[in-house]
Each structure stands twice: as structure tokens, then as C-alpha cells.
């Protein structure tokens, strides 16, 4: 069993470190003070895109909470 803890300990901190990747890679949610008086500075076909991929990001980012939380989960139980 200590092979088996040790392995999904690894797997426990890859995972970590994916999802720090992935959260900083994540835009923030506040806008600055240009979007306050209208400037965007993007235009329809880039904000598709950049919208395309915040939405990948946050699937990602679930994904790998998901994964977080069942290998620690299955860590719990075994050790």
C-alpha cells in the first residue's frame, strides 16, 4: 500500500500544480477602468474567441477539482 500512496500523492500534487496553471491563466472577472467608459479595445470575432477559451479554462478547471478531490478522497482511505 505505501507504493500505491506514494503514486496517487504524486498524482495529488501534479494535479495541484495543473490547477494553479489554469486558474492563472483565467482572466479576472472585474473590468478595468477603460470597459467603465466603453472601451472595450476587442472586437466580436476576438471576444468569441476569448470567451471560447475562458469557457475550455473553466471546464478544465473544474475537471481537475473534481479529480483533486477524488484522489484525496482515495488517499484518505487508504492511508
Not at 486558474?23 to 466580436?44: E, I, N, P, R, Y
Amino acid at each position: 500500500m505505501n507504493i500505491l500512496s506514494i503514486i496517487i500523492t504524486v498524482l495529488l500534487v501534479l494535479d495541484a500544480i495543473g490547477i494553479i496553471i489554469i486558474v492563472l491563466m483565467q482572466k479576472t472577472k472585474t473590468a478595468s477602468l477603460g470597459a467603465a467608459f466603453g472601451d472595450d479595445g476587442a472586437s466580436f470575432t476576438s471576444k468569441g474567441r476569448a470567451a471560447s477559451k475562458e469557457a475550455k479554462l473553466q471546464k478544465i478547471t473544474i475537471i481537475l477539482a473534481i479529480v483533486f478531490g477524488v484522489l484525496a478522497l482515495i488517499l484518505a482511505v487508504i492511508g
